[in-house]
């Protein structure tokens, strides 16, 4: 099937002479429609090189919780490029970091006191679980190399973090060869599988160094939802074995899921936790791995072996540091929580009607979360621009077509993006 080009040749110069030279994420290229040329964004608003402006229904990929282009954001970035972009931590340290640490640490439920920044949520990840890993050699305990990951669980794309994703009806089968073996099992969400989790854990918990979930919601494994009994029973099975418990809260976390953490839903405190995404508001990469001081203290000692050997170039990067502290900082000054709290019932109601169509299975909703579970999606492509054609961007994959939107999004616009999922499966 050859590529379209219909969009590349009225689009501007740079598209066409560089769109060859990009490999794009998680696309066959050769059978995917082109992408959209962007040129600015303002608000819930994409703005195509054509003029047409799309309603972001996904907060590119979840991070944009207060919108495109908030002022206060853009200030702090600019401000800090002026003074500094970036320096290096070994060995230094600046005002941006330090003061987003303090902050992470205050904002984090129990003693969650520990921060490591990297760039990326799968790098986050990486780190958390070098950092379990090694927690048990610094003790002395011998061979605790296993996790414990969950069915429909997506940690990200980088080696270690597909390890504890769902391989077998994830996206990353075709990797099985290269990584490392875990231990995969089903969420703990009934009595059966609570006592098959222990049993697993009775016979294997000294190869065992942590268990790794994504709290409350499963993001890209399906935009699944777990009750916050799940997170208790975790909590316990990892202190009745003497494991830690990772949260990966790389969605869920800054309100998306109703509270600032998905942990504060279940009272549970995780002994390392991952943030990023949402993190800077959407406007660069950075991530934080945050361990509770039990975990930091078994690595404090005179021995330079204990010390945690990594350390990316670009971490703690100043202008992201900036950007994540001017976002916290329209946490404490606009209304966000409330705002989720109101999204959270305009999806209840906005996506209501879908319960009721041929080919769809299910609706649920949690926060600013709004899910549409199909029976089959038959062409992502095809679906995907059909939304674009509606004036919205929307970008189902499996079986879901989701919303996650800025929890700034108006209400006309929130009503456009549920009114343009309703029209397009009708006609599916």
């Not at 890993?133 to 597909?162: C, E, P, V």
């Not at 699944?224 to 975790?234: G, M, P, Q, S, W």
């Not at 504060?264 to 002994?271: F, I, L, T």
Request: proline residues 5%; glycine residues 10%; aromatic residues 8%.
């Amino acid at each position: 099937m050859a590529e379209d080009t219909s969009k590349e040749e009225s689009a501007p110069g740079w598209y066409a002479d560089g769109l060859r030279h990009v490999w794009r994420p998680y696309a066959q290229m050769k059978t995917a429609h082109p992408p959209l040329p962007v040129t600015h964004t303002h608000g819930s608003r994409i703005v195509l090189a054509d003029g047409r402006e799309l309603i972001d229904g996904v907060a590119s990929w979840w991070t944009a919780c207060h919108g495109y282009n908030h002022p206060h954001i853009r200030q702090a970035v600019a401000r800090q490029l002026a003074d500094m972009p970036h320096v290096m931590l070994g060995g230094l340290v600046h005002e941006p970091a330090a003061t987003l640490a303090r902050r992470l640490a205050g904002l984090l439920p129990g003693d969650l006191d520990h921060v490591f920044f990297s760039d990326s949520g799968s790098v986050a990840v990486e780190v958390a679980l070098k950092i379990a890993l090694q927690y048990w050699i610094n003790t002395g305990a011998k061979g605790r190399s296993q996790f414990i990951a969950f069915k429909g669980g997506y940690h990200g794309d980088t080696t270690g973090a597909m390890a504890v994703s769902d391989s077998e009806d994830g996206m990353h089968a075709l990797f099985a060869g290269l990584l490392p073996r875990h231990h995969l099992a089903d969420l703990p969400d009934s009595d059966d599988r609570l006592a098959a989790l222990d049993a697993l854990l009775a016979q294997r918990a000294g190869d065992i160094a942590g268990i790794i979930v994504e709290p409350l919601v499963q993001g890209a494994g399906g935009m699944k939802f777990n009750d916050a009994i799940v997170l208790k029973r975790l909590r316990a099975l990892a202190d009745k074995y003497d494991m830690l418990l990772i949260f990966d809260e790389i969605f869920t976390g800054f309100g998306r899921t109703g509270t600032m953490f998905a942990c504060e839903a279940a009272g549970v405190v995780p002994d390392i936790i991952t943030l990023s995404k949402a993190l800077t508001g959407g406007t660069m990469g950075l991530a934080a791995t945050v361990a509770t001081k039990k975990v930091f203290d078994v690595f404090w000692s005179d021995d330079p072996a204990k010390a945690l050997m990594h350390g990316p170039s670009y971490m703690a990067n100043a202008l992201a540091c900036a950007a994540a502290n001017a976002s916290l900082d329209l946490f404490e000054s606009e209304p966000r929580l409330r705002q989720v709290a109101a999204l959270s019932a305009a999806l209840e109601q906005g996506l209501a009607p879908c319960r009721q169509m041929p080919g769809v299975k299910n609706v649920r909703v949690l926060g600013a979360i709004g899910v549409v579970e199909m029976t089959r999606i038959a062409d992502l492509n095809a679906l995907r621009a059909r939304f674009v054609d509606e004036g919205v961007f929307i970008r189902p994959f499996g079986n879901v077509i989701y919303l996650t939107p800025a929890f700034t999004i108006s209400p006309d616009d929130l009503a456009q993006l549920a009114g343009a999922i309703i029209k397009v499966i009708r006609t599916l």
